[in-house]
């Protein structure tokens, strides 16, 4: 629990008087192990959120409050882990609150949080309501994203600049933007400025 309680403190950046929400998600080998459904799933999940939520209590939250599975999928030892649909539903990216990850491994134990997840029904609503569309020469908001995650800037991202020298639809920038980057764009062409 030594470990558990010292992850706790990297995973929240502050727990003192905090109210803390978090969702625990067990990934092993295999999820058809009968390991995973009689084990983990059926003891050691319960274990694990009533212990991390007597943690954070002793650390000093005001409040510990945990994401309840179904029962019936508990008792059952049929469990998937969190979704991202759940992950933004719930808000687990807030500072107070968290998807605890347990990866088993043949190594070992991994123990994380999740930071982002992909929400393609913002993605989409974005590329489509953009005011100029040209899906024929634009590339998708889904590579956009991977683009600027390759660049790695995401810290103090609004002192980061980012210079699209080929602007085109503008998709890039429209997400960096998103992200709240500084941007810059040009192009060849004055009519895909003048759009973007």
């Known amino acids: 629990m030594k470990v558990i309680k010292n992850t706790l403190n990297k995973i929240f950046p502050r727990i003192q008087n905090e109210n803390i929400f978090y969702a625990v998600s067990i990934y092993p080998n295999l999820f058809d192990d009968v390991y995973y459904s009689d084990v983990l799933v059926k003891h050691f999940l319960p274990f694990l959120n009533k212990s991390i939520m007597s943690l954070l209590k002793e650390i000093g939250a005001e409040k510990s409050l945990y994401y309840k599975y179904p029962e ?3 008792k059952a030892g049929n469990l998937n882990p969190i979704f991202p649909h759940h992950l933004i539903k719930y808000g687990l990216f807030n500072k107070d ?4 990850i347990f990866g ?4 070992g134990v991994y123990i994380a949080r999740t930071f982002t997840a992909d929400d393609p029904n913002f993605k989409k609503k974005i590329d489509e309501e953009r005011p100029f569309k040209e899906f024929k020469s634009s590339i ?4 956009a994203i991977i683009m600027l995650n390759f660049l790695n800037l995401f810290e103090e991202r609004e002192k980061n600049v980012i210079l699209d020298p080929f602007v085109g639809n503008g998709t890039v920038l429209l997400f960096a933007l998103i992200e709240d980057f500084q941007i810059y764009g040009s192009d060849i062409d004055d009519t895909k400025v003048k759009n973007t």
């Open 72 to 74: 019936k999928n508990i």
């Open 97 to 100: 609150r968290a998807e605890i």
């Open 104 to 107: 088993f491994t043949e190594e």
């Open 140 to 143: 998708s908001p889904k590579l």
